[in-house]
């Protein structure tokens, strides 16, 4: 982890851009927590309550990043359904504010045989589909 992961141009401020080099620089990826929020997982929880329980409780530094993202992206598709069973996959470390004033986090899903990153406006709601990727402790 030396160099820090590229940003889409609307990303206005990284909001913790200490993190972003933080982590192993290889991980095990069927090792990974896939955390969710007590009220995630017979419910749903909007996108700004996971992210400051997430902050709250020194959880974040422990999520992944957007460069660990791409790094799962680009094992393919097939990879990513083996480990993740449908589920959109979050990496909070890397929440970003765009020109609007609004919060979004990156996240990997498959889409038409493809494993798409994308990003989540934090208004949204989750589920437990949705879960945030941290490495194990």
């Given amino acids: 982890?030396?160099?820090?992961?590229?940003?889409p141009e609307w990303v206005k401020k990284v909001k913790h851009p200490e993190l972003e080099l933080a982590g192993p620089s290889d991980f095990d990826v069927s090792k990974l927590d896939q955390w969710?929020?007590?009220?995630?997982?017979?419910?749903v929880v909007s996108g700004d309550m996971i992210y400051e329980h997430l902050k709250a409780n020194r959880i974040l530094e422990i999520c992944l990043n957007l460069g660990d993202l791409k790094a799962i992206q680009e094992k393919g598709f097939t990879f990513f359904?083996?480990?993740?069973?449908?589920?959109?996959?979050f990496g909070?470390?890397?929440?970003?504010?765009?020109?609007?004033?609004?919060?979004?986090?990156?996240?990997?899903?498959?889409?038409?045989?493809m494993v798409v990153l994308d990003w989540a406006w934090l208004g949204h709601v989750w589920n437990a589909n949705n879960p945030a990727l941290r490495f194990a402790s």
């Fill in 81 to 89: 359904r083996k480990y993740f069973q449908g589920k959109a996959v």
């Fill in 36 to 43: 969710l929020r007590p009220d995630q997982v017979n419910g």
């Fill in 92 to 113: 909070w470390k890397s929440v970003v504010l765009n020109r609007n004033g609004s919060l979004h986090v990156p996240y990997l899903i498959k889409l038409d045989g």
């Fill in 1 to 7: 982890r030396t160099t820090p992961p590229t940003y």
